[in-house]
Nanobody, 123 residues
Framework: QVQLVESGGGLVQPGGSLRLSCAAS????????MGWYRQASGKERELVAV???????NYADSLKGRFTISRVNAENTMYLQMNSLKPEDTALYYC?????????????????WGQGTQVTVSS
């Protein structure tokens, strides 16, 4: 079993910054790509950014320059630094990971999601 736990969300004023964290734990053989997604009220979940185990990154075009994704492989942790926040960044932010586990000698590969952390940008 693998758990992803997000933290770092909260209420911030427009123009402010937040740093989200996602910690993966459990019977992890390897963590492949990890990513942040968000879902605003009444909207579909959308990609924010992804980072491979090798450190390659990809961002939603609209967020390039304001958000930075990173990870520390040795700690199974991923981060999202969010700067110059806007009210339209308000959403529930989810951590996602492509994880390999070994159960009774068999390798499995599954996609896991965290519970989400709320980010609210408002004055």
């Amino acid at each position: 079993q693998v758990q992803l736990v997000e933290s770092g969300g909260g209420l911030v004023q427009p123009g402010g910054s937040l740093r989200l964290s996602c910690a993966a734990s459990g019977s992890i053989f390897s963590l492949n790509a990890m990513g942040w997604y968000r879902q605003a009220s009444g909207k579909e979940r959308e990609l924010v950014a992804v980072v491979t185990s090798g450190g390659l990154t990809n961002y939603a075009d609209s967020l390039k320059g304001r958000f930075t994704i990173s990870r520390v492989n040795a700690e199974n942790t991923m981060y999202l630094q969010m700067n110059s926040l806007k009210p339209e960044d308000t959403a529930l932010y989810y951590c996602n990971a492509d994880v390999k586990t070994i159960v009774r000698g068999t390798l499995f590969r599954n996609d896991y999601w965290g519970q989400g952390t709320q980010v609210t940008v408002s004055s």
